[in-house]
């Protein structure tokens, strides 16, 4: 158990639809992480928070947002889902925002739109 | 362009027959090399971090070496508990990266009795 809670760990939705992802992270750590997973893709790196602000912002989609609130947990939120964002939505978390500490990941969230 | 490579995509071993996983990296400039295993539909479990030329960490029957252009990960007398998708994943240096980690596509194991 890496301490890094997700949840749902499954959602099935429409095409359309939006959806909240959550991520509670490892008790002390103040970044968090979010990761997409598919098939052809890899584990591909979306965006970072520390303690509530933006850090990074990686290949994610205009579709997609995220917060990290003042408790540090965060979330993703899908909207406009299209069978393509069908996928392993990983969060990981670290003690320090910038180079040197190591991640750890949640069980993710598997999202499947129809 | 930032590239990680790993291969071979899959493994195939024999319970005790040892082997390497390899991953190349062509980047601007690194701040640290990760390992993680993934087993199926889990997230990855983090294993090592390498941060300069020459530096090598054990974990068990896992050892994970680093040189300038790519890092090796050593499997000893693996056991079918090894059976798994090694991911290798680079940190850069640059300041806008801050700790986002860019994985290669990985290398599936897996270990017969």
């Known amino acids: 158990d890496s301490g890094v809670t997700q949840t749902p760990k499954h959602l099935i939705t429409a095409t359309g639809q939006r959806v909240t992802l959550r991520c509670s992270p490892r008790s002390g750590d103040l970044s968090v992480y979010w990761y997409q997973q598919s098939l052809d893709q890899g584990l591909q790196f979306l965006i970072q928070?520390?303690?509530?602000?933006?850090?990074a912002k990686g290949n994610i989609l205009e579709r997609f947002s995220a917060q990290q609130f003042p408790d540090l947990h965060s979330e993703l939120n899908l909207s406009s889902l299209e069978l393509g964002d069908s996928a392993l939505y990983f969060c990981?978390?670290?003690?320090?925002?910038?180079?040197?500490?190591?991640?750890?990941f949640g069980q993710g969230t598997r999202l499947t739109v129809v | 362009e930032d590239q990680v490579t790993q291969s071979p995509e899959a493994l195939r071993l024999q319970e005790g027959e040892s082997s390497s996983l390899n991953c190349s990296y062509t980047v601007s400039g690194l701040r640290g090399l990760f390992w993680y295993r993934q087993d199926p539909g889990k997230g990855p479990e983090f294993l090592f971090t390498?941060?300069?030329a020459g530096e090598e960490k054990e974990k068990e029957r896992l050892k994970a070496t680093l040189t300038k252009k790519e890092s090796f990960l050593h499997i000893t007398a693996p056991k079918p508990e090894d059976s798994a998708t090694y991911l290798c994943a680079v940190q850069l240096l640059t300041t806008d990266s801050w700790g986002k980690l860019q994985f290669g596509a990985g290398t599936q194991v897996v270990v017969t009795p």
């Open positions: 928070y520390y303690n509530g602000e933006e850090r």
């Open positions: 390498l941060y300069s």
């Open positions: 990981a978390s670290s003690v320090q925002g910038a180079g040197g500490a190591e991640a750890f």
